[in-house]
């Protein structure tokens, strides 16, 4: 991944906040708004997304997005910053900048140059599976993310999270994970299947019912088996 790019725009962006920060006085206030406008839509825009499951089609302009928010939440400490008293504000947005260096953070930042390849399946018209590689290291440290999306071929520039399972290759053959819708299309049974290098039978096979509520909710209808 491009961390060194990744950090250099971080820091180029912080820096460019603390310069607008430094001659707040002398910002236009055409421009004072529109910074209130874009972190307002951009927060605004992640609340919805987050309740609905909804996202772009392009996992690149997805991770993109990650880089508005990070724009985003260092004009509100910009703006918190100019609360008084002044020097005790300025220390505590100061300090809510450290989080930003976590994992986290920097990670889907990262992804924005070099997203991680992923095999796209289209189980029907409208449904599709997403299988993404993750972790380095170990069988224990790796595996793949596999998420089932509602695709309308009216609306293909977004989609919709379905029913997401991860699966580790200490456990199965991760990267051979997929996705079968079953007859009824209201069910869809995500199988891992066994792995040469692990001893016995270590596929996984579970079906689930397809849809899930339009706010994230643990799924409890979910019954494994092994095949």
């Given at each position: 991944m491009h961390f060194r790019l990744t950090f250099a725009l971080m820091a180029a962006l912080t820096a460019a906040m603390v310069l607008v920060r430094i001659d707040w006085g002398r910002i236009p206030p055409r421009v004072k708004t529109g910074l209130v406008v874009f972190a307002a839509a951009v927060f605004f825009i992640f609340a919805v997304c987050y309740a609905t499951k909804w996202s772009a089609a392009s996992s690149r302009l997805n991770f993109a997005f990650c880089w508005a928010l990070l724009a985003a939440w260092e004009i509100v400490l910009l703006h918190f910053s100019l609360l008084r008293p002044r020097w005790l504000t300025g220390i505590a947005a100061v300090v809510m900048l450290f989080p930003l260096l976590s994992a986290s953070?920097?990670?889907?930042l990262a992804m924005a140059f070099s997203p991680l390849p992923a095999t796209t399946t289209r189980l029907s018209d409208e449904i599709i599976s997403v299988r993404t590689p993750w972790g380095t290291g170990t069988a224990n440290t790796t595996g793949t993310d596999l998420i089932l999306y509602y695709q309308p071929?009216?609306?293909?520039?977004?989609?919709r999270a379905l029913r997401p399972a991860r699966y580790y290759n200490g456990k199965c053959d991760a990267n051979a994970a997929y996705a079968v819708l079953e007859p009824d299309y209201w069910h869809v049974t995500m199988v891992c299947p066994a792995a040469a290098y692990l001893p016995g039978d270590t596929a996984i096979s579970i079906t689930l019912p397809l849809t899930r509520p339009v706010f994230h909710s643990p799924i409890k209808e979910?019954?494994?088996s092994s095949k």
């Open positions: 953070v920097i990670f889907p071929s009216w609306m293909p520039l977004l989609r979910a019954t494994p």
